[in-house]
Structure formats: C-alpha cells, structure tokens
C-alpha cells in the first residue's frame, strides 16, 4: 500500500504552464485555474518558463519558442499574483517558475531569483539541455535533433544517459542552496523519444536514477511526478514511470503531481493513474 504524506495528500496539479509559455496555449491564465477547481484541485501551481540567457542555443528560433522574453517577465509576475489573489478563496495558487538547470550560468538563475523574491513561492529546476553539437542542444526537442546534436557528440545513448544523470545531480546540488521549495521536474524527460532513438538497457540507468533519489530523500527537495510523457506517443509513460515514482516514495522523497499542461484542458490530465500508482 502507498499512501501519501505531506503536501502530497492535497489533490494538487504542481506543473502548469499558461500564456506566458511561447510553445502552449495562448488562454488566459485564469482559465487554467477555473480548470482546476472544476477538477477539485485544492492547489495549483504556474511553473512557467522564465527567460535564457542570450545566445543560449546556435538557432535563435528555437529558443524563443522556449523561454519568455526577459521584458515580459514583470507582467508574468503582475499577472500571477492578480489571479492568485481572485481566486484566494477558492483555490491554493502558487506563483513559481520552471527554471533550467543552465551549464556555465548559474548567475542568470540567480538573477531570475531575485527578480522575483517578492512573488515566487516555488520552482521547479529541470534539465532540458546538454552540451552537444555546436553548443547547447535540448533534449527533447525532437529525435531527430537529438541524433544529430547529442548522439553524434556522445557517440552511444548510454554515454548519452550518464551525462544526463551526472546534469540532475548538478542541477540538484543548485536547488539546495535556493531559498524557496523546489522540485526536480520531469527526472527522465530523457526518454521522450525513446522509441525513435537507438535503444539501450533501461537496468543501466537504475543506479543512476537511485543516486537521484536518494539526493532528493536527503535534500527535501521534491519530485515531479509528471504525466506529461504518458502522451508522447514515442515515451508513453509518466516521467519517471509509476514504479519509479514508488521507489522514490519509499526511499523517502516526497513526489508531487504534475500535469506539465500547456493548455487548459490538460489540467490534471491522468491524475488517476497516479493516484492509483499510490493505492493500488
């Protein structure tokens, strides 16, 4: 039997992004709140995307369409704490970022942290990118983009794996000295395109994915337990899977839900099927 502890009792969505996100809808943000408390969602978390560093990927396209412009970062501010205070009583809103673990510069994490200690009550830092191919390369843009900047650059998926996890831990040893709770978000989003890319071992990535947990269980940093990856039709589970959601519980890291919508309708999107992860 697995049962919830902490926060984790409180029917919570913890990773949304709304209109401030470049690759989501363009809705309101209150709409994504409505949503939740339609669902019966006690807390809901805005988690999105603050701005990158200039010049942080080769190809300016891309990037745009992942972080906010560094101007619309004050209105993201505004805007959040208008509709966390329209919906007080009615629903827990939190007002956080998801920030990047970002190699070489973590002074711009800590600008953005600043930037926004009057507002931000949590983040999310999660590890999107990796040293590859002519610089700074996503890991899941497409799989495609992958073969060419990351496997091409590592030579194998399974060096590819090790760097990913040696960046978790990295990125883990940051959120330590925030002073805001965190969670580390989608801790396997590395398998978004796992069945379009070479395949390897799934059992070579346990001890790593444990060392993860078990910095987690000793940090108190929470985990994402995120659903997003059940939908991607080359990942189709939860990011990390549902028995790996249940070992970090049982090693002792607390795991929030997230749904990682980018539209209303995806709020608390297979709830159920964490829900039963836990109870079953």
């Not at 300016?60 to 919906?87: C, H, N, T």
């Not at 994402?224 to 990942?235: K, L, Q, R, T």
Request: a negative charge.
């Amino acid at each position: 039997m697995h049962k919830f502890t902490g926060d984790s009792e409180i029917r919570w969505d913890g990773h949304t992004h709304g209109p401030y996100c470049r690759h989501g809808s363009s809705a309101l943000m209150e709409s994504y709140i409505v949503r939740a408390a339609d669902l019966g969602f006690q807390r809901i978390s805005l988690t999105e995307h603050p701005p990158l560093p200039d010049q942080w990927l080769k190809d300016v396209s891309v990037q745009r369409i992942l972080g906010m412009d560094k101007e619309d970062l004050p209105r993201y501010l505004e805007d959040a704490l208008v509709v966390k205070r329209k919906f007080q009583e009615t629903i827990d809103v939190r007002i956080g970022y998801e920030l990047d673990y970002l190699e070489d510069n973590e002074d711009f994490t800590w600008m953005l942290l600043e930037r926004g200690k009057h507002v931000i009550e949590e983040v999310i830092i999660s590890v999107h990118y990796l040293p590859g191919k002519n610089g700074m390369r996503c890991v899941d843009l497409s799989a495609q983009d992958i073969q060419e900047g990351l496997l091409t650059y590592y030579g194998c998926m399974e060096r590819l794996v090790e760097v990913y996890f040696e960046h978790q831990e990295r990125a883990i040893t940051l959120a330590q000295k925030f002073d805001v709770p965190v969670r580390l978000g989608h801790v396997t989003l590395i398998d978004k395109f796992l069945r379009d890319l070479p395949a390897y071992d799934p059992e070579m990535r346990k001890p790593y994915l444990d060392d993860v947990f078990n910095m987690l269980a000793k940090s108190r940093i929470q985990l994402d337990a995120n659903m997003a990856g059940i939908d991607i039709p080359s990942c189709g589970v939860s990011y990390p899977a549902m028995a790996e959601i249940i070992r970090a519980k049982e090693i002792g890291v607390s795991c929030i839900f997230g749904s990682d919508a980018h539209a209303p309708e995806s709020i608390g999107r297979h709830y159920n099927v964490y829900a039963t992860g836990f109870l079953e």
